[in-house]
């Protein structure tokens, strides 16, 4: 494992590469959410070392016996600052897998949901065990994908600059992206695009800023962004997204996660028909709101809540739509 600090081009090219062992078995748009799956498997393992280790140190100095201190620190309340990792979701016992590795995987993937409410639903929608097409993964290839992630350690200290990890994952977001083509779109707006809207809306620290169609979360995130460029406090921002494909939303709140954002509140649901976000009975309203909303959807009012949002027009070429 390398023990030097990594630099962006580096994991790019790690996370590429990590790409390539399962591209040409099955469509990037297949196996996309294998790749952010193992990445936040291995980047929340890591993390959990660092704490685990810090406890450890602590609990010794306390003056507490080898076998107190084993039981004390699998005490999941310990771990508040960071995601408690389960004994099964480890990256030792990840390298130890061997058969059933793809079931394997998904009990791993289980198990932090389980322990993590912050994580729930995040995981569930990444089956390391699915058939895609008439065949589904070997487990010499989830093996070789496993060992080619044990390549670098992914801890806040490792990186060339804090925010290198979330940089990475929005390159990996991008490359997807381009790979699918007009179809990437749906979770995927250009950086040169949203930095352009977030600097024309200009968001300052107190406000709220909310993306209705959020994809893979990328107009909240250079929000933030901005608002750090100011000279300002980039955690006095309040962020909220909704995003309608159970995938995408997935791929947002890792991108959170892993850009240290976990307090942004991301739902998943269709904003049109369920709008999320509520407040003193109505739809909340925000300071900021950015989004690429999906203008080639056809709304009915039907089981819409608060219709009165919208009213029908008339277009040659698409008939009867809401606007």
Not at 43 to 51: A, G, I
Not at 73 to 100: G, H, M, S
Not at 285 to 308: C, G, H
């Amino acid at each position: 494992m390398n023990n030097e600090k990594i630099t962006l081009k580096q994991l790019e090219t790690h996370l590429l590469k990590a790409a390539d062992i399962l591209r040409g078995k099955m469509d990037p748009s297949e196996f996309k959410e294998y790749i952010f799956g193992m990445l936040f498997l291995k980047r929340l393992s890591d993390v959990f070392e660092v704490k685990q280790k810090e406890l450890i140190d602590t609990f010794k100095s306390q003056g507490f016996s080898d076998k107190e201190i084993e039981e004390l620190i699998e005490d999941p309340n310990l771990y508040a600052e960071t995601f408690f990792v389960p004994k099964r979701a480890r990256w030792k016992n990840i390298l130890k897998l061997k058969e059933d590795v793809g079931n394997q995987l998904n009990k791993a993937l289980s198990a932090l949901e389980e322990y993590n409410p912050e994580l729930e639903g995040v995981l569930r929608h990444i089956d390391f065990n699915a058939e895609k097409g008439k065949t589904r993964l070997k487990d010499q290839q989830l093996i070789d994908l496993i060992h080619h992630f044990n390549k670098y350690r992914l801890r806040n200290e490792d990186f060339e600059f804090p925010d290198l990890l979330g940089a990475a994952y929005e390159y990996l977001i991008k490359d997807f992206a381009d790979s699918a083509g007009k179809k990437g779109g749906e979770f995927y707006t250009p950086s040169q695009v949203v930095r352009l809207m977030v600097r024309l809306v200009k968001p300052q620290e107190g406000m709220t800023v909310y993306d209705p169609t959020c994809g893979s979360g990328g107009f909240l995130i250079q929000a933030r962004q901005y608002v750090e460029e100011q000279g300002q406090n980039p955690r006095n921002l309040a962020l909220y997204g909704q995003e309608l494909n159970g995938v995408t939303w997935s791929i947002c709140k890792m991108n959170m996660i892993l850009h240290d954002i976990p307090d942004a509140f991301i739902e998943n649901e269709d904003t049109l028909v369920s709008p999320m976000f509520v407040e003193n009975g109505y739809i909340k309203r925000f300071d900021r709101v950015l989004a690429n909303p999906p203008f080639s959807q056809n709304y009915s009012k039907t089981n819409m809540q608060f219709p009165e949002r919208f009213k029908y027009g008339f277009t040659p070429e698409n008939g009867k739509k809401l606007i």
